[in-house]
């Protein structure tokens, strides 16, 4: 079973505000998760709303927050447990093993679900230390900072590799229609997709998806 994902990359309250309600209102995401994406301007050339901003707009989803910063554990997890995320995903490149395990082990021992997200560019075999401590792999589909950017083809292969190594695997940026078929063949088993999703009619937008994983 595929789980679709729609993703909040907001530079503004207003831009989070405005997508977190379409979300909400959407007939398709009645239940599931929401992807809110989390920069410092450091670990990638972009800065996201603070994470404080997400209480000021309630949603009836499971909250999953992609860290795309440097060092996560400090302010950031400690930031995020405090919000009541569900999820939190860090970056295999953000900060050396040690840093990656001690940052983990404090998101578990508050009972929060944990990812490593893995640039297209990384080999995947730097995901393996960590295998053990974490519930998802997130392997991106184009380099994290943006959304709207081209769908990298090389994931289609990451996907499946990735797959081959960890049960639970999540594909995000680049996600849509097109590509959503061959992503749930090569193994995926959640896709995040923001722009595809958010730009348009949200439930057509979806459906759409749904009817390109379908299809014979
Ligand atoms: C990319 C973010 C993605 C992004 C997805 O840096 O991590 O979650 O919001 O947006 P699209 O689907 O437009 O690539
Ligand atoms: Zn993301």
Redesign the pocket.
Known sequence: MIQIIP?I?ANTPQDYKRDIEKINNSASFKKGWV?I?FMDNKF?PNKSVDPSVIKLYPTHLKKEA?L?VEHPSYPWAGDLVGLGFDRVIIHVESGDDKHLEDCLAYLEDHNIETGLAINPQTPLDKLKPHLDNIDLILIMG?I??????PFQESTFARVKRASSMFNMVSV????KDINAKQLALSGARIL?????ILNGNIDENVEKIWESIKSP
């Open positions: 993703a990359l992807h994406d990638v992609h795309m184009v994290p900072g943006f959304q709207s950017q995000d940026g680049g996600v995040v997709s923001g722009s595809f």
